[in-house]
């Protein structure tokens, strides 16, 4: 079994006994339905997990749909990130303040060593957005304008929902409330926000 097999059926395998198949499927079917027609242009990540076979289970459904809205987002973050004239690291270490962390809380678990943190933050200190270790009104207006052109590359896949995108979102946050409940998922809302 390969490690992205491996790390798939352990997390289907997490989803027993926190959602019922109906309520899986509930979710998934739709969603799944939308992600399949969505232009994948520009989209590496997402057209990438798309093109994997669709689990049988309802969990694996369920798992897969959420992975595949949360890539296709992502792939639109880096997008926004990018047209924004930021590089990973930047753009890390504006998320890690705009959050509340402490810089390099979480770019140091992403191999960001000490110096090329120091570095992405002068040069947010240059753009000012960053003084004295903290965001300036520029620099949250800017991490908005991120944030809200990652929303609008969202817009093919909210309409391809229609109608019933608001009940799909209130049972999907509902399972989700009961996972966040299970011990071995992060209680840190900063954790979950950062991916």
């Known amino acids: 079994m390969s490690l992205n097999a491996a790390g798939a059926c352990g997390a289907t395998d997490s989803l027993a006994g926190v959602v019922t198949e109906p309520e899986a499927d509930a979710i998934s079917t739709p969603l799944l339905a939308a992600l399949a027609q969505v232009d994948a242009m520009g989209r590496p990540l997402f057209n990438a997990l798309r093109a994997l076979p669709v689990p049988r289970t309802a969990a694996g459904r369920l798992w897969r749909a959420a992975e595949l809205v949360r890539e296709h987002r992502g792939d639109g973050h880096l997008a926004a990130s990018v047209a924004a004239g930021l590089d990973a690291v930047t753009m890390n270490v ?17 191999g960001c060593g000490p110096d090329r943190l120091a570095e992405a933050v002068a040069g947010l200190e ?27 590359s969202q817009q093919q896949l909210v309409d391809l ?27 840190d809302p900063r954790k979950r926000a950062a991916g």
């Open 94 to 110: 504006l998320t890690e303040l705009w959050l509340g962390y402490t810089v390099g809380e979480y770019s140091g678990t992403r």
């Open 126 to 152: 240059q753009r000012g957005w960053v003084v004295d270790g903290a965001l300036t009104a520029a620099g949250l207006a800017a991490r908005l304008d991120v944030e809200s052109a990652t929303d609008a």
């Open 161 to 187: 929902l229609g109608d019933g995108i608001d009940e799909l979102i209130e049972h999907a946050a509902d399972v989700s409330h009961r996972i966040e409940a299970v011990p071995a998922f992060p209680s």
